[in-house]
């Protein structure tokens, strides 16, 4: 702890050499003067901790001493010494917020020095309770500024708070531009740092320690002529140093307002603290909005490919299957225009034909129903069909990427509610990726059969299966295992069979290559 300062104003020599040396044996720093005005000039170039001052004076009494003191030091304790105590004096010196009143001739100076220790620490109380009140109303700033994610409106908030709190008509934030090192204005009200003080500001914040100026007071005499061409009284810059925000915040009173205390500077410290949690925690919810949005573009745009993938996959085989029937109508429709045919066999072939104009009619339905958005009622499904149903629409498409198809049903598979388009959409998307999975061709074994009071599918291939450090990540969004995919097949999968109630998963332990299960109740509310 530094030690004490103790300045000594009494017009008898005898008694301020008297002071000056118990003081200076109690372990004090002293400094004594014998003419008032010699004082208050000291007191404007010097900082002490405690005034002990006579109250008799010729010229200047002790009372303009101790107003000059506290408007040059409000910190410092205030301890006065008279020969002619009165009530009157006594009172005065209250109200004048006087820390302690010592009576001339004092014995053997122990009351001197118990005087001044009690002063100091009645002094320090007082610093201490204002401390306390004044930061008190600082806590309920935090939860405003948090609140403001955005920066323009979080800036003007912050030197709003500033006024507000510091008890001032000036208040500012500059930030460090990256590039130029120069330092620009984001926010202010009042009057505020020019251009032409960048050295002071840039000053505070490569020494990171705040600066505290009074016009009038101890301190440098470059800063303090620096706030009286600014015809301001005192100011204080507080740096903000943040991996990711370097500021100084800026704070000011005019001439005629009281000077700023140790304890505003504390009290600045600490909002400037709040401040930057503030601004960072709106930097971070810009970034995590940019993001999100990022995401969402990413995501449109890979569930339109996902679409579009899905498209071009399955055209192989829907033009077989829209190409088949046609050209057996066409056959059909040659042939029943010959007139050399009985009429019996003309009519069989165009009984045909009305067959497959049937068929082709049924495809281009089920297409549409796969691909047309918001399908989503209800309906009973006859499961084992749509499997028949799917296969031998890709049927051309797996025969020539040299698959081959083993279905088994176990027992009679019962009908469920289901959405039949999105049921159709998961078995697709399993054929698929167990084709994809068998690149040199192979077997794909699909068993179906009840199970408890549902259905139960297994898609099993014969390809070199799902790593095992993959396997817990396959159904995630845009998570695949093969080059080219968009990861979202499975996901896509997954929701509509969980959206149905049931579950689909992979069977780490059926090999070779992968098994998925899926498992559909009987019944579901949508």
């Known amino acids: 702890m530094e030690t004490p300062f103790v300045f000594i104003v009494d017009d008898e020599p005898g008694i301020a050499l008297l002071c ?8 004090y720093k002293t400094e004594s003067k014998t003419e008032p005005r010699k004082a208050i000039e000291f007191l404007k170039e010097n900082k002490i901790d405690l005034l002990l001052v006579d109250i008799r004076m010729p010229e200047v009494d002790g009372f303009e001493v101790i107003q000059h003191a506290q408007r040059l030091q409000p910190d410092a304790a205030i301890l006065i010494m008279t020969g002619h105590g009165t009530v009157e004096t006594a009172i005065r010196a209250l109200r ?15 009351e001197l020095i118990d005087a001044v220790k009690l002063a100091l620490a009645d002094s320090q109380q007082k610093r201490d309770a204002a401390r306390t009140q004044a930061l008190r109303p600082l806590f309920s700033v935090t939860e405003s500024l948090l609140s403001e994610t955005r920066r323009e409106p979080l800036l003007d908030l912050i030197v709003k708070a500033i006024c507000e709190h510091m008890h001032c008509s000036h208040a500012a934030c500059y930030q460090r531009n990256p590039e130029t090192l120069d330092f620009i204005l984001l926010s202010s009200h009042g009057l505020n740092l020019s251009h032409e003080h960048q050295d002071l500001i840039s000053h505070v914040d490569a020494s990171a320690t705040p600066l505290l100026i009074n016009a009038n007071g101890p301190g440098d005499s470059k800063l303090k002529s620096l706030l009286t061409d600014l015809k301001l009284g005192a100011a204080i810059l507080v740096p903000i140093l943040h991996p990711n925000l370097r500021m100084v ?18 009290m600045f410290q600490i909002l400037a603290r709040q401040s930057a949690a503030a601004l960072e925690n709106a930097r971070l919810y ?3 909005l940019d993001y999100v949005r990022k995401v969402e573009e ?29 050209q057996a109508v066409q056959n059909c429709l040659h042939l029943a225009g010959r007139e050399d045919l009985p009429a019996e066999k003309r009519k069989e072939y165009f009984d045909l034909a009305r067959t497959e104009l049937e068929r082709l009619t049924l495809t281009v339905r089920r297409m549409l129903d796969f691909y047309r958005p918001g399908t989503s009622a209800l309906e009973e499904v006859d499961l084992a069909e749509m499997l028949q149903y799917i296969l031998n629409l890709m049927s051309k498409q797996l025969s020539e990427a040299n698959v081959n198809i083993a279905v088994d049903f176990l027992d009679t598979i019962p009908t469920i509610m289901a959405v039949g388009s999105q049921i159709q959409q998961v078995f697709i998307n399993m054929i698929l990726n167990a084709a994809d999975a068998m690149p040199d061709g192979g077997r794909l074994n699909v068993t179906a059969g009840t199970y408890k009071d549902g259905v ?25 295992t093969k080059e080219g995919g968009t990861g979202l097949g499975l996901t896509v999968s997954y929701n509509i069979v969980t959206a149905h109630g049931g579950t689909l998963e992979l069977l780490p332990e059926r090999g070779p290559g992968a098994c998925f299960r899926i498992f559909l109740p009987l019944g579901v509310e949508q």
């Not at 990413?298 to 088949?324: D, T």
């Not at 599918?457 to 969004?477: A, C, R, V, Y």
């Open 249 to 266: 915040l800026y704070a000011a009173r005019a001439v005629n307002e009281p000077p700023f205390r140790e304890s505003d500077l504390e």
């Open 96 to 110: 004048q917020g006087v820390d302690g009143l010592l009576l001339k001739p004092f014995d053997q100076g122990s």
């Open 286 to 288: 810009a970034e995590q």
């Open 298 to 326: 990413s995501q449109k745009a890979l569930l339109q490919a996902e679409k579009m993938a899905a498209a071009g996959r399955l055209s192989a085989s829907i033009a077989h299957e829209v190409n088949n029937p046609l």
């Open 20 to 27: 000056k040396r118990l003081l200076t044996r109690a372990g």
């Open 456 to 480: 139960e599918i297994l898609f099993q291939d014969h390809g070199t299966g799902i790593p095992k450090e993959k396997q817990s990540n396959i159904f995630e969004p845009f998570f695949s």
